[in-house]
């Protein structure tokens, strides 16, 4: 199979996991923007690798035009489904490297949990050609904590025992500071925000599965994977509910000219 295709594939079969139980990003995203870099909701936003609009929707409830381009079929159909009926919803098939939007159209491009499927050269060059001379770009990730707690380090440990390429694909794993200076070849922000999910069961095993690095229905590595998740949310769960616990990260700054 083509690589770039299977990275576009990646999530096909598991659209409906990844739309009801991915974790969302916290509100104090918005207000971080602000501070940042003068955010506000005349901005017109690219949302590059939209997936099934948990980013856009955020940004579309606090009033900004959104382009959400996204290269998967079955994502971008939730992601129009649900958007729809929201003003300022925009929807387009493309890739991060060929967005199809207008030159200098856009004051900020965001990514959120998609940068590292990325090709970054071609896609530098794209986002300097969509982006107005003053735009910004925020790459925005929900990093899982996998210790702290009992259950986080046994839901690690499940990732590693049943993770069929989880180092090769894991953002954590393949996105590092000397990649993002290269991309926005001069200074940028990092920021975190604390996150979280309450999960009932039917939760956490929408959240592993709908992880591309977990086995999909038909691998016999599923059943005794969800074996193990079973034996992890009744060791401690607590009234019948987990906590999974995030550091939603926040990289922002402008593409430098070089």
């Known amino acids: 199979m083509n690589p770039l295709r299977d990275t576009v594939e990646r999530f096909t079969d598991r659209v409906a996991d990844y739309a009801r139980h991915r974790p969302h990003y916290p509100a104090a995203l918005l207000d971080l923007l602000t501070q940042r870099c003068g955010f506000t909701p005349a901005w017109t936003v690219a949302d590059i690798g939209a997936g099934t609009g948990i980013l856009t929707e955020l940004l579309l409830r606090n009033g900004n035009a959104v382009y959400a381009v996204e290269p998967?079929?079955?994502?971008?159909?939730?992601?129009?489904?649900?958007l729809a009926p929201l003003p300022h919803f925009h929807s387009s098939n493309g890739r991060s490297e060929a967005t199809g939007l207008p030159d200098a159209s856009i004051d900020l491009v965001v990514a959120?949990?998609?940068f590292h499927w990325f090709e970054p050269v071609a896609t530098r060059r794209e986002f300097r050609r969509i982006l107005r001379p003053d735009g910004w770009v925020a790459l925005v990730w929900n990093s899982r904590r996998n210790a702290g707690t009992p259950f986080l380090a046994a839901y690690q440990q499940l990732l590693d025992d049943f993770g069929t390429d989880y180092r090769q694909v894991d953002h954590q794993q393949v996105v590092d500071e000397e990649a993002l200076a290269r991309f926005y070849g001069g200074p940028y922000t990092v920021d975190t925000l604390p996150n979280q999910q309450v999960l009932d069961l039917e939760g956490l095993a929408g959240r592993v599965f709908s992880t591309s690095y977990m086995p999909g229905i038909g691998d016999p590595r599923r059943t005794p994977a969800q074996a193990r998740l079973e034996e992890i949310f009744a060791a401690h769960a607590v009234a019948g509910r987990v906590v999974m616990?995030?550091?939603?990260?926040?990289?922002?700054?402008?593409?430098?000219?070089?």
Do not use: F, H, P
């Open 72 to 82: 998967n079929d079955a994502m971008r159909a939730v992601a129009e489904q649900t």
């Open 245 to 258: 616990e995030y550091d939603t990260k926040l990289y922002l700054g402008r593409l430098a000219s070089s």
């Open 112 to 114: 959120g949990q998609a």
